[in-house]
């Protein structure tokens, strides 16, 4: 069953198994009989770790950078997807170009800070959707330099990238003492993360209660993506029936947007308490773009008795640390 999977080349990037961390004290203070577990992927390492780094190790697989000499990516001035490309190309010996939409303020600080100090180079662009064309631009111009440039897709949420998160519910169902009863709480924009978990699940044939919950989009466009992902990467692997798998697992997925708040990256009242209990509770470090918002979900389904209490919580943390120093 995982015979295909691990035939898939990749890079190691990552410092895995990730640790699954048992959080009782968190359980006692919300007063549930719920276990809750954090999955610790902030600490997958590479360049302060986080979901970003599973991703590369596919996008970054050897027969993909044969004669590579540069890698070019895009996302905000405080982009945790672009720090970790940064951090990957310098560990792989590669240059690095970022595409930037917006200005850093002045002084850079958190992300900003982190991809110049890697060795990135930054192009800013105005506008988000000046982006791609940025990033043909600049494949073209180290093309003409006598160079060639791997372009990641924002986010990584490739196909390929959600495989990372494939293998990571592979890790998961490995870790945990008993699989039944399990829900798994994370934290979904491009989609890759949330939609390699939807393929890592139907390929284990693990009836999970996955809830993604959005940064950014509407609900209902964050379980497409995911889902369009995830059987899409399912092609990869190639193995009859996984897409119809895929198809009912999904049904089960839940997407909520409810805990956006003002926007991507705005901070809510929600999300700064669930940083507190969580740090307070569980000695976790939440940041506030992505990780606090999925936690504070995590906390009012609990706390409104949504999860039967024989069953078992997983709060998947994606990292985002540096956005606490902005
Ligand atoms: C990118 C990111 C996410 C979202 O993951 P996607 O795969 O893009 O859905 C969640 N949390 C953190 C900290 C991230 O950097």
């Known amino acids: 069953m995982l015979t295909r ?11 895995v198994p990730t640790p699954l961390i048992a959080a009782p004290a968190l359980a006692e203070h919300l007063g549930t009989e719920v276990r809750i577990y954090v999955k610790a992927d902030d600490r997958t390492g590479l360049g302060l770790g986080g979901n970003k780094v599973r991703k590369l190790e596919y996008e970054l697989a050897p027969e993909r950078l044969h004669g590579v ?29 970022l595409v930037i939409n917006g200005q850093a303020e002045d002084p850079t600080r958190g992300n900003a800070c982190l991809h110049r100090l890697l060795g990135a180079g930054i192009v800013t662009v105005p506008e988000r959707q000046d982006r791609e064309p940025a990033m043909k631009e600049e494949a073209r111009r180290i093309g003409v330099a006598g160079g060639r440039a791997l372009v990641v897709p924002v986010g990584a949420s490739t196909p390929r990238g959600a495989l990372g998160y494939v ?16 829900w798994i709480f994370v934290c979904t924009s491009s989609g890759g993360t949330l939609g390699g978990l939807i393929l890592g699940c139907a390929l284990l044939d693990w009836p999970v209660r996955l809830v993604g919950v959005s940064a950014d989009e509407p609900a209902a466009l964050a379980k497409d993506k ?25 049904e089960s997925v839940v997407t909520t947007d409810a805990f956006v708040g003002e926007g991507y990256g705005a901070a809510t009242p929600a999300g700064d308490e669930a940083a507190r209990v969580f740090g307070a ?11 606090a918002k999925a ?19 997983v709060f998947l943390h994606t990292g985002g640390h540096p956005a606490l120093f902005r």
């Open 226 to 250: 995911a889902v369009g992902l995830a059987l899409d990467a399912a092609r990869l692997l190639g193995q009859r029936g996984l897409a119809d798998s895929v198809r009912a697992l999904s």
């Open 5 to 15: 999977l691990g035939a898939i080349p990749r890079t190691e990037l990552a410092s």
């Open 69 to 97: 000499t540069e890698l070019v990516t895009a996302g905000g001035p405080h982009s945790n997807h672009c720090r970790v490309v940064a951090a990957a190309a310098a560990q792989l010996g590669l240059r690095c170009t």
């Open 295 to 313: 936690a504070a979900a995590m906390l009012t389904w609990v706390r409104r008795e949504r999860i039967p209490s024989s069953d078992q919580v």
């Open 167 to 182: 293998r990571a519910a592979v890790e998961m169902h490995r870790q945990i003492d008993s699989p039944a009863h399990v």
């Open 281 to 291: 509770r569980a000695g976790l470090i939440l940041d506030p773009v992505y990780t």
